[in-house]
């Protein structure tokens, strides 16, 4: 079983800010296609709005600002 869906970028970049959501990383995720930024964030500051390449940047930061302390340790 793999954790992102396999060739589809926007759906990798979606399903990676809910697994942030769900981790409480972010306070929710909202993807709407049509937009020209379709991904909303919201976090404690507000909302904010990306494309898909920030969108992904922001996924990958937030994940090692989260988690990589942890990583850390573990080692």
Known sequence: MALLSEGDR???VG??????HAQGVIDGVEVDRGAPRPYAVKLVSGIVRMNEDEAAM????????AFGGAARKAL
């Open 10 to 12: 926007p759906r990798q």
């Open 58 to 65: 922001f996924a990958l930061g937030a994940a090692v600002g």
């Open 15 to 20: 399903e990676a800010l809910k697994l942030l």
